[in-house]
C-alpha cells in the first residue's frame, strides 16, 4: 500500500492562492456592464434627477453664481468731498470753515451741528466738576493735596471750595478755569443743516482688468452748479443735502443734530464688465453705522478749543462739539469673462491653447524630418518651437 503524499502547511496553499489572484489581477481586462432595465416610472425619476443637475449648474452656477467670469474685489478708489452751506446759531452766522471738522475734505469728515461753550477759561484754581467721582466733598479733610485724577480737570490742592452754584461743595483743583459744567453754553447750529450740500467725487479702478471709472458725468453748461444727485434723472451729478442723507438712514434730523450720530455713505460698483462701460454706476445706499438705541456708545461728540491773549495772559474757549460724522465707504466687485470662454468657444481656441499650455516632449535621438532636432552625438536635449504667434489670436 503506498504511503501518502504529505499536504503542504495551510500558509503555503494560501499565500499561492493570493499569487495567483495578484498576477491575474495585473493581466485581466475589466469592462463595466450596462443592464438596461426598461421601467417607466425608474426612467422618469433618473431623467428628472438629470434634469435638477442641469438645471443647477445652467441656473444657479452660470446665471446666478456667474462661474463663467473671472472676478476682483475691493477696487481702488479716491474720495474727495466739499460742504457748503452757512447757519446761524443763538450767538452768530457759521461758515464751512468753523463747522466742518477736518477741512481737508476726505473720505471721513463731521459737520458741527451743536456746540457746548465755556470761555475765557484760564491757568488758575477753581471748583472740580461735580461728575467726576469722590470730587464732592464737606471739609478740607475729604481732598487730598497732590492728587491727580486722569478723568478730572486739574491737581488737587487739598482745599474743598463751593460750587459754581447750589449750596454744594467740590474739591478745588489747579487747571483750565472755570471747568466744562460750570460755565458752559449751548448753541444749535442745526436750523439750516439740513440744506448743507455735500459733493462726494469718487473714482474707482480695477487694476486686473484695467477698467476705471467716476461718479461725475462730463457735461457742459455748469452742469454740477445746479444739480442735486437724484437716482434716477441725476445719477452722476453726486451733490446730497445733508438732510437727504439723514432721511435715507432713516433718522429724524433734530434728533440726531443735539446728540450726534455717524451716517455712512455706501458707495456700490458692483460691474459686468463684459458689457458696455455705460453698464457700470455706482448704487448709494446710506445708514447709521453707530448704535443708537445703547445710550453708552450712541452719539457724536469731541472737544477742541481756541486759543488767544487777554491783557498779556492766556486765554481759551474750550468747546465740544456734538455733529453728524459722515464715513464715506466705497466696495464693489468687477467680473470678466474667464479663460474658459476662450479656451472653449474662441475661433482660435487651439491657438490660445497652445500658446496658454506648456508642453514638455522627450528629444528625439536622430533627426525625423522637418520641424525636429538634427541628430548629432553631442547634442542631449532638444526643444520644439512653435513659430505661430499671439498675433493669431
Excluded at 477736518?102 to 463731521?110: A, D, H, K, L, W
Excluded at 491657438?351 to 524630418?369: I, T
Aim: proline share 5%.
Amino acid at each position: 500500500m503506498a504511503a501518502a503524499e504529505p499536504k503542504p502547511p495551510t500558509g503555503a496553499v494560501a499565500a499561492r492562492r493570493l499569487a495567483q489572484s495578484c498576477w491575474s489581477a495585473f493581466w485581466d481586462y475589466e469592462t463595466p456592464k450596462v443592464i438596461v432595465v426598461k421601467n417607466r416610472r425608474l426612467g422618469i425619476v433618473y431623467r428628472a434627477v438629470q434634469l435638477l443637475i442641469l438645471l443647477y449648474f445652467v441656473w444657479y452656477v452660470f446665471i446666478v453664481q456667474k462661474s463663467y467670469q473671472d472676478s476682483e474685489t475691493g477696487p481702488e478708489s479716491s474720495v474727495i468731498t466739499k460742504v457748503k452751506g452757512i447757519t446761524l446759531s443763538e450767538h452768530k452766522v457759521w461758515d464751512v470753515e468753523e463747522y466742518v471738522k477736518p477741512p481737508e475734505g476726505g473720505s471721513v469728515f463731521s459737520i458741527i451741528t451743536r456746540i457746548e461753550v465755556t470761555p475765557f477759561q484760564t491757568l488758575g484754581t477753581c471748583a472740580e466738576s461735580m461728575r467726576v467721582s469722590n470730587a464732592t466733598c464737606d471739609s478740607d479733610e475729604g481732598c487730598v493735596a497732590g492728587q491727580l485724577d486722569m478723568l478730572g480737570n486739574g491737581l488737587r490742592t487739598g482745599r474743598c471750595v463751593p460750587y459754581y452754584y447750589g449750596s454744594s461743595k467740590t474739591c478745588e483743583v489747579s487747571g483750565w478755569c472755570p471747568v466744562e459744567d460750570g460755565a458752559s453754553v449751548s448753541q444749535f447750529l442745526g436750523t439750516m443743516a439740513p440744506n448743507f450740500t455735500i459733493l462726494i467725487k469718487n473714482s474707482i479702478h480695477y487694476p486686473k482688468f484695467q477698467f476705471s471709472k467716476g461718479n461725475i458725468e462730463n457735461r457742459k453748461g455748469g452742469y454740477l452748479k445746479h444739480c442735486t444727485f437724484h437716482e434716477v434723472s441725476d445719477l452722476y451729478c453726486p451733490i446730497f443735502k445733508l438732510g437727504y442723507i439723514v432721511e435715507q438712514a432713516g433718522e429724524n434730523f433734530t434728533e440726531l443734530a443735539h446728540t450726534g450720530g455717524v451716517i455712512g455713505v455706501i458707495i456700490n460698483w458692483d460691474c459686468d464688465l463684459d458689457l458696455s462701460a455705460s453698464e457700470c454706476n455706482p448704487k448709494y445706499s446710506f445708514r447709521r453705522l453707530d448704535p443708537k438705541h445703547i445710550p453708552a456708545s450712541s452719539g457724536y461728540n469731541f472737544r477742541f478749543a481756541k486759543y488767544y491773549k487777554i491783557n498779556g495772559s492766556i486765554t481759551r474757549t474750550l468747546i465740544k462739539a456734538y455733529g453728524i460724522r459722515i464715513d464715506v465707504i466705497v466696495h464693489g466687485q468687477g467680473s470678466f469673462l474667464c479663460d474658459w470662454i476662450l479656451l472653449t468657444f474662441m475661433n482660435k481656441n487651439k491657438v490660445y491653447s497652445h500658446k496658454k499650455f506648456d508642453k514638455m516632449v522627450d528629444a528625439p535621438e536622430r533627426s525625423a524630418g522637418p520641424g525636429l532636432c538634427a541628430s548629432e552625438p553631442s547634442q542631449q536635449d532638444c526643444v520644439l518651437t512653435d513659430a505661430r504667434g499671439l498675433a493669431q489670436l
